[in-house]
């Protein structure tokens, strides 16, 4: 019989809902019942494409004797952390607190009122290398819990006490200088591995945020070492196998050093961060393997991830099923020699496991290869390669496919709309701007109440019950930002504003300017989480600071830029010191010292050719965070656009920064030089 899983929209959740534990959503009435029954919560945390999630459901979750167990002597909550950032952030930092360590799934035991007191991420159903069973730990906690009360109030206690006083230290209410930036770019440089492209050792996650920063700070310093550490990791990360050779899009990381092995889930936001990555490198040094990159990812994204509703799915899972009924990571990517001349023949196996690297041993699992593309001396015959590729891509496609999380989550979806946005508008793709429109009317439609306040999640159509945190406002901002300066609808601008005011009243400390991921009228946890540092994607804080600094740049909004200032306070504090961990915002610093510049384009119509060089010149400048409006001379729809008058009849570009402005230009070759950073 199904739990009460049973009626959420989370397909992780979902996946949970046939199990024989008696789980609860995260809900006031979950703790409730453990009052009532005097008994402790254990808390589950996952998301649907997390490997080891799936594994412990499998060994104990579905494990009816392990299930009666949990029934009898605790309340159960499973939570997705994708849909709860906030409940996961803040159990996660006790966890990290306690342990050192963590990762999902997160395994915590709380008291009725929600105070954790014991921790762990994956327990096995049996001992194994040091580590205790998920029995033995259930029986141990149980214990405590009947003989020991006293005690467990106390350590619930103090690790409460302790993560309230793990406050930010916050620095000053300074944007990072100069000085600050080039000792982050010296950090970096410390930290970066010049043999394989990427920073630190195994494993390896793709650095999308640093990158940014590096190519910013290139544009405007000219530095060619933070350019080459840029290029070379993207490079590496696009030849190893973490990139779909295939059908192209990137992997969750590399589990080794060398960008070979990937962990195979398909996340939409790495995706997302990483298509806007190899455009902008594109639009820095005009390399063709970004340019391919770059397109294969936004297809991959519009092809495999986009929903019915024209928003985009969350995540592809690493496991599929292997052709045998058995679950196995990665089946669905990698290949043996034996497989290669199955498909394509002898000859062309041959020529294929070359130019992909697939050996006899294998790269990955019981001789089987990820696909890469090792450097060679000497070019393959490309017509071959393409031809190779197609006939290996149509026979993959008859593999059984690796599940797809359809849940639509807001700030990924931001981040998509702005990678989409500008992608297509490089490289003269109306259609996928038209595909980060359908995106953003979604959010608009579904996710946007009359008070613009967001909703985190939807899925078929139907909005989630789950409030939106700070990345969603931040990252649905920017997305929208990015769209309004390549459509030149001023719509999106209004909406972008709508959100930032959220933030400025609702996510924002007035007293030190610094922000919190969750709003001051949102569900009140055991904390209040609050973290400037990117993880897998930018932190709601840096891209919260990041969003406002564009929207003051595009409207002259003083408490906005005032915002965007104090918010990056942190990043002076932090981006001498762990530069790694707050790319995003070191991105946005570099903004604020190069302006941003404020580009208006006048032209008597969109589609006139003269309106349209300008146009594309100006998304195409490297200057740092620059802004870019376009429109009809007169035109209402964006502030920078007023009293700005075509020059001689003719199409202008007027650029201003630090409220100085050149003189307008009709020229697209002038325009890229003011623009070159």
């Not at 006031?28 to 997390?50: I, M, T």
């Not at 004797?65 to 499973?78: M, P, R």
Request: proline share 6%; charged share 25%.
């Amino acid at each position: 019989m199904p739990n009460r899983l049973a009626h959420e929209t989370s397909p992780y959740l979902l996946q949970h809902a046939d199990n024989p534990v008696d789980w609860w959503p995260w809900s006031s009435e979950a703790f409730e019942e453990a009052r009532k029954r005097n008994v402790p919560v254990l808390l589950s945390v996952g998301y649907s494409s997390c490997h080891w999630c799936h594994v412990m459901a499998h060994e104990s979750f579905e494990d009816q004797e392990t299930a009666e167990y949990l029934n009898a002597h605790y309340v159960s909550v499973k939570v997705d952390r994708e849909e709860r950032p906030d409940v996961d952030a803040v159990y996660m930092e006790a966890v990290q607190a306690a342990t050192g360590q963590g990762g999902w799934p997160m395994t915590v035991f709380l008291t009725p009122d929600a105070e954790p007191f014991y921790f762990g991420t994956y327990f096995p159903p049996a001992p194994r290398q040091g580590m205790p069973s998920f029995r033995q730990v259930l029986q141990g906690v149980h214990q405590a819990w009947d003989e020991r009360r006293d005690e467990v109030a106390e350590v619930a206690g103090k690790i409460v006490r302790d993560l309230a006083g793990r406050e930010i230290s916050y620095g000053d209410a300074q944007t990072p200088g100069e000085e600050e930036l080039a000792q982050a770019l010296l950090g970096l440089t410390r930290e970066y591995d010049p043999q394989r492209g990427g920073f630190g050792g195994a494993p390896k996650f793709p650095p999308s945020m640093v990158l940014e920063f590096l190519l910013r700070h290139h544009a405007r310093t000219g530095a060619e070492g933070a350019l080459q550490m840029a290029q070379d990791t993207c490079e590496r990360m696009a030849r190893g196998g973490m990139y779909d050779q295939l059908g192209g899009g990137f992997a969750r990381y590399s589990v080794d050093r060398d960008w070979v092995v990937p962990h195979f889930e398909k996340m939409l936001y790495d995706n997302a961060l990483l298509c806007r990555v190899y455009a902008h490198l594109w639009r820095s040094t005009g390399s063709e393997l970004a340019r391919r990159v770059a397109l294969e990812t936004a297809d991959f994204m519009v092809r495999e991830l986009r929903t019915n509703e024209g928003g985009f799915a969350s995540a592809l899972d690493a496991d599929s099923d292997d052709g045998t009924g058995k679950h196995v990571e990665g089946a669905y990517y990698v290949w043996t020699p034996e497989q290669l001349r199955e498909v394509l023949g002898e000859q062309d196996a041959e020529l294929a496991a070359q130019h992909f690297g697939v050996t006899e041993e294998g790269t990955f699992e019981e001789g089987a290869s990820v696909l890469q593309l090792p450097v060679r001396d000497g070019v393959s015959d490309a017509e071959k390669i393409a031809s190779i590729s197609e006939r290996l891509l149509a026979a993959r496609a008859e593999r059984p496919e690796p599940g797809r999380d359809d849940k639509v989550v807001a700030a990924w979806n931001g981040l998509a709309i702005a990678a989409l946005a500008e992608t297509g508008a490089y490289f003269d793709r109306p259609d996928l701007v038209e595909a980060a429109v359908a995106a953003a009317d979604l959010l608009v439609r579904l996710h946007l109440d009359e008070q613009a306040r967001l909703t985190r999640t939807s899925k078929d159509g139907h909005a989630g019950a789950n409030a939106g945190v700070l990345e969603d406002y931040a990252d649905v901002a920017e997305g929208f930002l990015a769209l309004a300066s390549v459509t030149g609808e001023g719509v999106w601008l209004e909406f972008a504003g709508f959100l930032l005011d959220h933030v400025l009243a609702r996510f924002t400390d007035p007293e030190s300017g610094s922000l919190y991921d969750t709003a001051s009228d949102a569900e009140r946890l055991i904390r209040r989480p609050q973290d400037p540092t990117d993880n897998a994607a930018p932190s709601g804080w840096t891209a919260a600071a990041n969003a406002l600094l564009s929207y003051a740049a595009h409207t002259g909004s003083e408490p906005h830029r005032t915002a965007a200032e104090r918010a990056l306070g942190v990043v002076k504090a932090l981006g001498p010191r762990v530069p790694r961990f707050i790319g995003w915002g070191l991105a946005a610093a570099e903004a604020v010292l190069d302006g941003p510049r404020e580009v208006a384009v006048v032209g008597p119509a969109l589609d006139d050719a003269g309106t349209r060089a300008l146009h594309r010149t100006a998304l195409l400048g490297t200057a740092p965070g620059a802004v870019v409006a376009v429109g009809a001379p007169g035109s209402e729809e964006f502030p920078l656009l007023a009293d700005r008058p075509l020059v001689g009849g003719e199409p202008a570009a007027y650029v201003c920064r630090n409220f100085t402005c050149d003189a307008p230009t009709t020229e697209p070759d002038r325009l890229r030089t003011v623009l070159s950073g």
